[in-house]
């Protein structure tokens, strides 16, 4: 039952087309700022309430936020609405720890074979997704990365680790026919594009040495847009693009419109697929949207629009029979299927401290990046002025200054109050806080849930 590439599809055992539709499961087991309401990145954050709780309370929090944010009635929403695969975003630190390199954590596997299990019961594949490498592997909060620098080119050391973190994950689930496949880099930012390829090569060769069998999900260079790295089709490999749409950040504009002076409508969302996929279409291999999704207001006008260009790339993905996985399952109420409640536990406690990081756009994702711009606007004129030549990698000055000053510096000062906030708990308030993340105590976002069940259940496999 294993999936196996046969020429532009996916395929069954039997040789039937399998087009991998679903979701993302960020903020599980690579926690992410805008997804759960912490600041900054996650180890930081997790130092920080292991020194309010203590080593022992912070294990059992954290724990319990593992087990409740997925579990079985995750498993079958997702089942219901017709959903066939769940990518699944891992950080290596929950495998193997930073001062005991190469020294597998077994315990870590726990929740990922648990999950995985759960899927499998509802015939739902698994892509596991390594989206924090050791090093950061891009230079942003999503690889646990605490500055802008993708350490992970840079030092061999980083590399071995990962490539010893694959081959111990393909042994453990080479046998297993309900994981679709492995994403073993997520998002990659190799500045100068000279490492990235030989390492992909590299990786490629001992994961097929461990398990020839599994599917390979390859995201390209620069946030998986960028595929002139490759330097030959792999074999039995999907080459991975992410399509987010302009006008669906949280600085985007009107839909249709301009978002930051570059009009975006329904053709340019065709457009910017299709440039997207060049590669894959070039080489005849199977076309999979690893992460796309439009960020949600509150505003019904805009969000109208939000669904708008969700529906356009949905029928866009299913002109070129494209599989995808949506962006993101789960959170505190910005983009996922469902979210936690407000007026439970964790945004009671939590809720004024996520309004300020919104206030002062600490998060990337979900700045509008108009936040505080009596202060930031100054300073964005100065670089502009002062250095008009200046292009750092991946997006440019605009986007960088706004990296440095927003989502590092002020990120990281509110790091303190949000871990205070765990002070004076006893345990059954923090495990309250983690079960406010059970499907049981989430809202639902129905016109999502309803737009996403309509297309999953329209035959249009």
């Not at 991975?240 to 009107?254: E, I, R």
């Amino acid at each position: 039952m294993t999936l196996r590439v046969s020429g532009p599809q996916l395929v069954a055992a039997d040789g039937t087309p399998v087009r991998l539709r679903g979701v993302g499961l960020g903020g599980w087991m690579n926690m992410e700022n805008f997804i759960t309401g912490y600041p900054a990145n996650e180890s930081t954050m997790r130092d920080a309430v292991r020194d309010v709780l203590g080593e022992e309370r912070a294990a059992l929090f954290f724990d319990r936020l593992l087990t409740s944010f997925f579990g079985p009635d995750d498993a079958a929403l997702l089942a219901a609405m017709g959903a066939n695969c769940v990518r699944i975003p891992v950080n290596y630190r929950h495998f193997e720890s930073d001062d005991r390199p190469m020294e597998i954590i077994e315990d870590g596997f726990r929740h990922l074979d648990r999950v995985i299990g759960l899927l499998a019961e509802r015939r739902i594949y698994s892509v596991i997704d390594l989206h924090a490498l050791p090093g950061a592997q891009n230079q942003h909060w999503h690889s646990d990365n605490p500055t802008h620098v993708a350490s992970f080119w840079r030092h061999r050391h980083f590399q071995d680790r990962a490539v010893h973190l694959w081959e111990v994950i393909a042994d453990r689930y080479k046998d297993n026919p309900w994981v679709a496949g492995y994403n073993p880099i997520n998002e990659p930012g190799d500045v100068g594009g000279r490492v990235i390829g030989p390492f992909y090569d590299r990786l490629v060769k001992a994961l097929r040495a461990v398990d020839p069998a599994h599917v390979l999900f390859l995201d390209g260079n620069t946030y998986s847009t960028d595929f002139s790295i490759f330097r030959e089709v792999y074999e039995n490999t999907v080459f991975v693009c992410h399509d987010y749409a302009l006008a669906g950040f949280a600085h985007g504009g009107p839909y249709p419109g301009y978002t930051r002076g570059e009009w975006v409508d329904r053709g340019e969302l065709e457009r910017a697929f299709e440039k997207r996929t060049t590669f894959q279409r070039q080489t005849g291999t199977p076309l999979w949207v690893g992460e796309f999704g439009p960020v949600y207001t509150g505003d019904p006008a805009i969000d109208a629009q939000r669904y708008q260009i969700l529906a356009d790339q949905l029928e866009i993905f299913d002109g070129y029979q494209a599989g995808w996985s949506l962006w993101t399952y789960k959170d505190v109420g910005l983009q996922g299927l469902v979210h936690a409640d407000p007026e439970g536990p964790y945004l009671r406690r939590f809720g004024d401290f996520v309004a300020k990081k919104k206030r002062l756009g600490a998060d990337r994702w979900g700045s509008t990046m108009e936040e505080s711009s009596d202060v930031l606007a100054p300073l964005h004129r100065l670089v502009e002025e002062e250095f008009p030549h200046w292009e750092p990698y991946p997006w440019g000055a605009r986007y960088q200054t706004d990296d440095l000053l927003r989502h590092i510096l002020v990120a990281q000062a509110l790091v303190p109050e949000y871990a205070a906030l765990f002070g004076g708990l006893d345990d059954s308030e923090l495990l309250a806080l983690a079960d406010s993340f059970a499907l049981a105590g989430c809202a639902r976002r129905d016109r999502l849930i309803e737009l996403l069940t309509a297309n999953l259940t329209s035959g249009a496999a």
